[in-house]
C-alpha cells in the first residue's frame, strides 16, 4: 500500500510569511506525529495526534507554530511569519497507534527554506 | 529525559567489508525500544532495525545485526557485506515503550556511512 506522503517537497519562502506543510498518513494509522531535523542534526518531535486532536505538543518550538488533523487522516502543519530559523526538513510518521512498539513509518519530508 | 549519543559523525567502509556504528543513550526506563533508522538522500527515514530492551537477544535483519549491551547502555550497529546502496546516514533513536509520552523517539546526531567501491 502507499507510505505517507508529504506535500510539498521543496519549499522556499521570504522570513515573514505564511506556509502550510501537508502530510498524508498511511490509511487507518490513528498516529500522526511531526518531527523537525535540522542540518546535521538527528529528527526532533514536535507534535502528536491521535485521531483528531493533538495529544502532546510540547515540541513546537513558539505560537507561531500550530498543527491540525480535522478529520483525523491529513495533517497540516502551519508556519506564521516565517524566521530563517525555521529552515529544515520537516518530517510527518504515522503508526497504528500511539504506543512505542508501533513503527513509526515516515514520510520523505518537506525541505522548508526561508530566505 | 532521555539521550541518544552517536559519537562518529562519519565512517567509511570498502564494499564488502564489515562495518560498526556505535550508539549509548542514556535513560531511567526499564520498558523501552531502540531502532536505527536509514535516511538516503532522498530523506526517506527507513527502519532498519529494532531492539526491544526486555529482550535478550540481540536482533539481526539479513546483513544488519546489533549489539545491545543494557547494563552499558550501549546498542552498535553491525553491517555484514556492505554494499554501495548502505551509503547513507544512519540514525539510533530511543522511545518509551510504557507511561507518559511512550510515543516520542528521540534521536541520536546520524553517522554519515560511505560505502566505497
Known amino acids: 500500500g502507499a507510505g505517507v506522503s508529504q506535500t510539498p517537497s521543496n519549499k522556499v519562502t521570504e522570513k515573514g510569511k505564511y506556509v502550510e506543510l501537508r502530510c498524508d498518513p498511511i490509511?487507518?494509522?490513528?498516529?500522526l506525529y511531526w518531527y523537525r531535523q535540522s542540518l546535521g542534526q538527528g529528527p526532533e518531535f514536535l507534535i502528536y495526534f491521535q485521531g483528531t486532536g493533538a495529544a502532546d505538543d510540547s515540541g513546537l518550538p513558539n505560537d507561531r507554530f500550530f498543527a491540525v488533523r480535522p478529520e483525523g487522516s491529513v495533517s497540516t502543519l502551519k508556519i506564521q511569519r516565517t524566521e530563517r530559523g525555521d529552515s529544515a526538513v520537516y518530517l510527518c510518521a504515522s503508526s497504528r497507534g500511539g504506543a512505542g512498539r508501533n513503527e513509526q513509518f515516515f514520510g520523505p519530508g518537506t525541505r522548508l527554506t526561508v530566505l | 529525559a532521555q539521550t541518544v549519543t552517536q559519537s562518529q559523525p562519519e565512517m567509511s567502509v570498502q564494499e564488502a567489508e564489515t562495518v560498526t556504528l556505535s550508539c549509548t543513550y542514556d535513560?531511567?526506563?526499564?520498558?523501552?525500544?531502540l531502532f536505527w533508522y536509514k535516511q538516503p538522500p532522498s530523506r526517506q527515514m527507513i527502519l532498519v532495525i529494532r531492539?526491544?530492551?526486555?529482550?535478550?537477544q540481540n536482533a539481526t535483519e539479513n546483513r544488519f545485526s546489533v549489539n545491545f549491551q543494557k547494563a552499558a547502555k550501549s546498542f552498535s550497529l553491525k553491517i555484514s557485506d556492505s554494499q554501495l546502496g548502505d551509503t547513507a546516514m544512519y540514525f539510533c533513536?530511543?522511545?518509551?515503550?510504557?507511561?507518559?509520552?511512550?510515543?516520542?523517539?528521540?534521536f541520536g546526531k546520524g553517522t554519515l556511512l560511505t560505502v566505497n567501491p
Open positions: 531492539q526491544e530492551a526486555y529482550k535478550q
Open positions: 490509511s487507518g494509522h490513528t498516529a
Open positions: 533513536a530511543f522511545i518509551k515503550n510504557s507511561g507518559g509520552s511512550n510515543y516520542k523517539l528521540t
Open positions: 535513560t531511567s526506563e526499564s520498558n523501552y525500544y
